[in-house]
């Protein structure tokens, strides 16, 4: 394991940017990179780099760490040119091996990247701090429990799994919220970077249209919660998953 440890040391850990947070929560809190890295914290003691999916020019990812994937108010159906170009490159990345985490957007479009399908949900947004259920054990659920909480604000779904992918978690809204889509390539539909503040700065920016689609919004921003849990699924990515890149 020290062997391993050296070894990624000298690796950075990529960060894809797909879009920003809402404007409000990247005043106070930053981008979707600084809410990622400090979720991670002293779990990773490497660098770290962040490039702009929509700005072309990715990366030579083969002596990567890691790739993260961010969250993005884009959506994968409407196939926008740097969409196709992201998913042509994440084929490469995880064609590599390099251990890969996608959040949200970045969970979808890795499933169009490698197969799958992605349309607007049928039951509607899901937004809020949700209970999902595991449906199968895995290093990225190490520590949670078989039924687990966290904040989630999404309104496309993966709706058919890519070859070889295995549904890792659910929930009423949700057929999909966590992928394992190889052994180094796992996403999830819920954000663990999004703590309580964040996930009410959001409710907060969607108030009006929240309300219009139905929701007691009131409530919906009072029980908002950390999503401690949810939180963990990217900290065990890092424990647990990175290292394989070093076998």
Same mark, same amino acid.
């Given at each position: 394991?020290?062997?391993?440890?050296?070894? !990624?040391?000298?690796?950075?850990?990529?960060?894809?940017?797909?879009? #920003?947070?809402?404007?409000?929560?990247? #005043?106070?809190?930053? &981008?979707?990179?600084? $809410?990622?890295?400090?979720?991670?914290?002293?779990?990773?003691?490497? /660098?770290?780099?962040?490039?702009? +999916?929509? #700005?072309?020019?990715?990366?030579?990812?083969?002596?990567?760490?890691?790739?993260?994937?961010?969250?993005?108010?884009?959506?994968?159906?409407?196939?926008?040119?740097?969409? !196709? +170009?992201?998913?042509?490159? $994440?084929? &490469?990345?995880?064609?590599?091996?390099?251990?890969?985490?996608?959040?949200?957007?970045?969970?979808?479009?890795?499933?169009?990247?490698?197969?799958?399908?992605?349309?607007?949900?049928?039951?509607?947004?899901?937004?809020?701090?949700? +209970?999902?259920?595991?449906?199968?054990?895995?290093?990225?659920?190490? /520590?949670?429990? #078989?039924?687990?909480?966290?904040?989630?604000?999404?309104?496309?779904?993966?709706?058919? $799994?890519?070859?070889?992918?295995?549904?890792?978690?659910?929930?009423?809204?949700?057929?999909?919220?966590?992928?394992?889509?190889?052994?180094?390539?796992?996403?999830?539909?819920?954000?663990? &970077?999004?703590?309580?503040?964040?996930?009410?700065?959001?409710?907060?920016?969607?108030?009006?249209?929240?309300?219009?689609?139905?929701?007691?919004?009131?409530?919906?921003?009072?029980?908002?919660?950390?999503?401690?849990?949810?939180?963990?699924?990217?900290?065990?990515?890092?424990?647990?998953? $990175?290292?394989?890149? +070093?076998?």
């Amino acid at each position: 394991m020290a062997a391993e440890r050296s070894d !990624l040391s000298n690796r950075k850990i990529y960060i894809m940017k797909t879009g #920003e947070p809402v404007p409000k929560v990247r #005043e106070r809190r930053g &981008e979707f990179a600084d $809410l990622i890295t400090g979720v991670i914290g002293d779990a990773w003691s490497g /660098g770290y780099d962040t490039f702009d +999916a929509r #700005e072309g020019g990715p990366p030579d990812m083969r002596d990567a760490a890691a790739l993260v994937i961010t969250g993005s108010a884009a959506n994968v159906p409407d196939r926008e040119p740097w969409m !196709l +170009a992201t998913e042509g490159f $994440l084929r &490469e990345v995880v064609g590599l091996g390099v251990p890969t985490f996608g959040i949200c957007f970045g969970h979808q479009i890795l499933a169009q990247a490698l197969g799958g399908e992605v349309q607007r949900n049928p039951r509607g947004r899901e937004i809020g701090t949700r +209970a999902i259920h595991r449906l199968a054990d895995d290093p990225i659920f190490d /520590g949670l429990p #078989e039924v687990f909480r966290a904040n989630v604000t999404h309104v496309d779904t993966v709706v058919r $799994l890519p070859h070889g992918a295995t549904a890792l978690a659910k929930n009423d809204l949700e057929d999909h919220h966590a992928i394992r889509f190889t052994e180094t390539c796992y996403g999830v539909q819920f954000h663990p &970077e999004l703590d309580a503040d964040v996930m009410r700065g959001y409710i907060e920016h969607r108030w009006e249209i929240l309300a219009g689609e139905g929701f007691a919004v009131e409530s919906l921003h009072a029980e908002i919660e950390e999503g401690e849990f949810g939180r963990r699924t990217l900290l065990n990515f890092i424990r647990h998953i $990175l290292p394989r890149r +070093a076998r």
